[in-house]
C-alpha cells in the first residue's frame, strides 16, 4: 500500500495512540471511570475520517441515532473504512500500553500518568482537531447506551 506523506503520518502507531489516549482522556473526564477498549478504538477510527469530523454535533446533548440519521454518509464511511482503519488504530493502542501511557485494567484503560490538564497541540490544524475529535468521542460515544448499540448503530461489528 503507497501512503502519501502526510498518511504515514497519520497513520504511525505514535499518533494512533495519542488518538486513542484523547480518547481515554475524554471517557475519564466526562465519567470518571475506565474508558473501554472498544470507545477507544472507534473513536479513533472516527477521529481520523475527514468527513465525520466535519459532521461531528457541537455538543454532548446530541443524540447519536438522530446524528445518524441526519448523516447518513457516516454510517457508510464507518462500514467501509472502520475494519482497514482499525488496523492503523490498534498498533497506536499496544505502543500506548507499551509506552505505559496507558494502563490496562480489567475495567478498561486509563491514563497512566492521571488526568492531564495540557492542551490539545500539533504540528497542523488537521491534527489538532483529529486530537479534538477523538476526545469529544471518547466522551460522547458511551452517552447513547451499551457500547453493543453504538456499534451496531454506526455500522462496525460489535
Not at 5 to 13: F, G, H, I, Q
Not at 35 to 41: H, I, N, Q, S
Not at 69 to 93: E, I, Y
Not at 120 to 125: F, L, Q, V
Amino acid at each position: 500500500m503507497n501512503l502519501s506523506r502526510e498518511e504515514r503520518a497519520l497513520y504511525n502507531p505514535a499518533f494512533t495512540a495519542l488518538l486513542c489516549t484523547r480518547a481515554v482522556q475524554g471517557h475519564e473526564q466526562q465519567y470518571n471511570t475506565p474508558c473501554p477498549l472498544p470507545v477507544a478504538v472507534v473513536a479513533g477510527i472516527m477521529a481520523l475520517q475527514p468527513a465525520i469530523r466535519a459532521v461531528l454535533p457541537s455538543t454532548l446533548n446530541s443524540g447519536m441515532m438522530k446524528w445518524l440519521d441526519t448523516n447518513d454518509a457516516v454510517r457508510v464511511a464507518m462500514t467501509r473504512n472502520a475494519a482497514s482503519l482499525a488496523a492503523v488504530v490498534r498498533p497506536g493502542v499496544l505502543f500506548a500500553l507499551q509506552t505505559r501511557t496507558l494502563r490496562a485494567t480489567e475495567e478498561g484503560l486509563t491514563l497512566a500518568l492521571g488526568p492531564t490538564t495540557k492542551g490539545i497541540k500539533g504540528a497542523t490544524d488537521q491534527t489538532i482537531a483529529i486530537q479534538q475529535a477523538a476526545q469529544f468521542l471518547g466522551r460522547w460515544l458511551p452517552s447513547t447506551g451499551s457500547l453493543s448499540t453504538v456499534l451496531t448503530l454506526l455500522g462496525v461489528k460489535p
